[in-house]
């Protein structure tokens, strides 16, 4: 594939973007931890096609233009998760998020999000008295 340097280097952003490491990385594209390896560091004339449909389908949201060329974001906005307002409850999200170990950090966010919602309505409630 032309530009195999420039589409390695963003492979290497976006596992940086999503706080991944190249095992869990090649895990979660379904491809061996050395193939990926390889692509990355330049053993492989090219990053393959299969490589990058692979990663294109893995559900990260990746923007097919951004990884082949460079152009627009790195993630399809339309694939990130609806931002939480203090007002929502973030308990549904805990099941979507428990799925996903490296979720786990979002979901004592939620839970310190519940817990300043309630010292909040708390003191709504103590200045209305």
Known sequence: MKDSGAI???IRELMDILGCNQAEFADRCGVAQG????ALIGETRTVGKALIGKIL???FGVNEAWLLRGEGEPLRKEKLPPPVRLQDDPLPYKNRFMEDKKHNV???IFKVLQEIRDILSGLKGIQNN
Do not use: C, D, I, Q
């Open 57 to 59: 389908k893995a559900g």
């Open 106 to 108: 979002l979901l004592e």
């Open 35 to 38: 193939n990926l390896s390889a």
């Open 8 to 10: 390695a280097l963003r």
